[in-house]
């Protein structure tokens, strides 16, 4: 099992659509983080959480330690959204532990 | 300046060639990471930099050798590739004394292809 599991896996959307992704991890952590990553492209930091929630713009991103769980949520999702969603956790190393990704598309 | 580079941002080679790989940031951070990534695939940490010595190899083949001449520069030499090693190499970048925390700042990869 691995120690960072994402749900679904891939998620198909239309546009305008609230979409939440799933993040659970078995490890102790510092930090939970929040990734995207377009098709060919580049990593780009989203979100990183210790506790409790933040929200950038139509991101929202939710963690609850006892449960060892985190959501990431879009709201009024778009086609510009599309992309692979990664979860990653840190702790005492200079290590990430990455999920398997969500694959998100967005249909016009 | 808030952004990791990479160059090339593509790069086609033989198996008997030699290139290099090239990332660089100017945030002030000190520890810096190469990772390779397959397709459908989530990264894999191949090495990290910290205030400019290897704190981390991951048993990666010795064709991969990396080299860190100063706080914003991180090279990764490759020589003798295998097909297979054909992938997206990502460099990243964080502040040291966010450790635990460790947010990196990834730069936007080199395509890599091996012939």
């Known amino acids: 099992k691995n120690e960072v599991e994402q749900s ?13 992704i799933n993040c659970s991890y078995s490890v102790g952590i510092s930090a939970l983080h929040w990734l995207q990553q377009h098709p060919g492209g580049g990593i780009v930091s989203l979100f990183m959480l210790s506790s409790g929630k933040k929200k950038h713009g139509r991101l929202i991103a939710t963690i609850n ?24 956790v840190s702790g005492a190393t200079n290590k990430l532990i990455f999920g398997t990704g969500t694959l998100l598309a967005v249909q016009p | 300046d808030t952004e990791v580079t990479q160059t090339p941002k593509h790069l086609v ?14 945030m002030g951070h000190r520890a810096m990471y190469w990772y390779k ?18 704190s981390i190899n991951e048993s990666v083949p010795s064709r991969f050798s990396p080299e860190c001449p100063n706080s914003s520069l991180l ?17 990243a970048s964080s502040h040291p004394t ?5 947010e990196q700042f990834f730069g936007p990869g080199t395509r890599l292809t091996v012939l």
């Open chain 1, 8 to 20: 679904p896996q891939n998620l198909t959307a239309q546009e305008g659509e609230f979409i939440t």
């Open chain 1, 65 to 88: 330690i006892q449960e060892k769980h985190s959501s990431l949520h879009i709201t009024a999702s778009h086609p510009r959204d599309s992309a692979v969603y990664i979860c990653a």
């Open chain 2, 13 to 26: 080679m033989g198996m008997t060639n030699k290139k290099s790989l090239k990332c660089e940031q100017h």
């Open chain 2, 37 to 54: 990534q397959k397709a459908k695939k989530p990264p894999e940490l191949m090495f990290v930099y910290s205030y400019e010595k290897l």
């Open chain 2, 75 to 91: 090279n990764l030499h490759l020589h003798a590739l295998q097909p297979e090693d054909s992938a997206l190499y990502l460099c």
């Open chain 2, 98 to 102: 966010s450790r635990s925390y460790n």
